[in-house]
């Protein structure tokens, strides 16, 4: 198998927990109008959401509906959005440490889909610009190319001067994230606590991205 040498992240439920921080900024939101978010509630956020994969002017149109936020536009709701949800990302310690020890022996990059502003807001809020060099951070709304296409994949392999048997793709979306990666012969390493059919289609599986570096030294 040849030496590793560089890993790309996701950085959505990758990296940071960003279903946790949409949970929190929705309630700092609902709570600035006199509402809250009931188990029900809940359940039917997330189905809208779907892990912020929703179009997000679908689902901030039925957001305000569902809320009866008759004062609020779809669109005024979404740039609020971008502008704070940020503020609700953090990047649990036992990631960082693994960040710190993998950034060792490693060329980190992060590859993550979204616009520029809200996707750097995350990045800078959760700390993560202190592991990520400028020009390994590629956002989809930056780039023009976005997961799952491959030439998203390819642009960082380009800057990043590595050949994809050296790098490996770890995220927690298995087409987003795994299935191009893999398609263009990367190593994978899917982050999930449901590996169900797909996990022999990756060369690792673990519930937490915190466990990676000790997964690696032990190769
Ligand atoms: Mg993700």
Known sequence: MPELKAIVFDLDNTLIDRNQAFRLF???????????????????????DQQ??????????????????KDLSPEAFWQYMQQHLGNFVEC????????RVLNE?????????????????????????????KDKIFISGEMGFAKPSTEAFERVLAKTKTNPVETLMVGDHFINDILPARKLGMKTCWITSKPESG????????????????ILKKK
């Open 199 to 214: 996990i022999q289609h990756t060369d690792y599986c673990l519930p937490h991205v915190g466990r990676l570096a000790e």
């Open 26 to 48: 929705l309630e700092d939101f609902l709570a600035r109008h006199q509402k809250n978010i009931s188990k029900k509630d809940w359940k039917n956020i997330e189905k809208q």
């Open 52 to 69: 912020g994969y929703a179009q997000r002017l679908i689902f901030t149109k039925w957001f305000l509906n569902y809320y009866k936020l």
């Open 105 to 133: 022996n490693y060329k980190l990059c992060l590859l993550t889909n979204g616009g520029s502003q809200n996707q750097r807001a995350k990045i800078h809020s959760a700390g993560l610009d202190n592991f990520f060099e």
């Open 92 to 99: 649990v310690s036992s990631v960082k440490e693994c960040l």
